[in-house]
Nanobody
Framework: EVQLVESGGGLVQPGGSLKLSCAAS????????MRWVRQSPGKGLEWVSD???????YYGDSVKGRFTISRDNAKNMLYLQMNSLEPEDTAVYYC???????????????RGQGTQVTVSS
């Protein structure tokens, strides 16, 4: 059974940083692309970032230059380093699993429970 457990969220002031983690189990993590998405109150899911199984990374325009996705295939861990946070980044952040090594070819599903990020002064 695929399990994804996000952590690392919290309350941070504008301009601050957080690093989210996603612990993956129940599948061969190193074989698949992964994705971070987020959902704000009253809004739909927003794509944040993808990473191929070999580390190729892709970002949404709203986070490009501020967020960095990474993975540790030996530890079955996915990360999202978030810098220069803005109030608009407030959301529940989810990691999701692709069904291909390439993010471009993947369909993503199997979200975790999410971790809340709140950016406020």
């Amino acid at each position: 059974e695929v399990q994804l457990v996000e952590s690392g969220g919290g309350l941070v002031q504008p301009g601050g940083s957080l690093k989210l983690s996603c612990a993956a189990s129940g599948f061969s993590f190193r074989r698949y692309a992964m994705r971070w998405v987020r959902q704000s109150p009253g809004k739909g899911l927003e794509w944040v970032s993808d990473i191929d199984n070999n580390g190729g990374a892709y970002y949404g325009d709203s986070v490009k230059g501020r967020f960095t996705i990474s993975r540790d295939n030996a530890k079955n861990m996915l990360y999202l380093q978030m810098n220069s946070l803005e109030p608009e980044d407030t959301a529940v952040y989810y990691c999701t699993k692709g069904n291909d090594a390439s993010a471009n070819r993947s369909k993503f599903s199997a979200r975790g429970q999410g971790t809340q990020v709140t950016v406020s002064s």
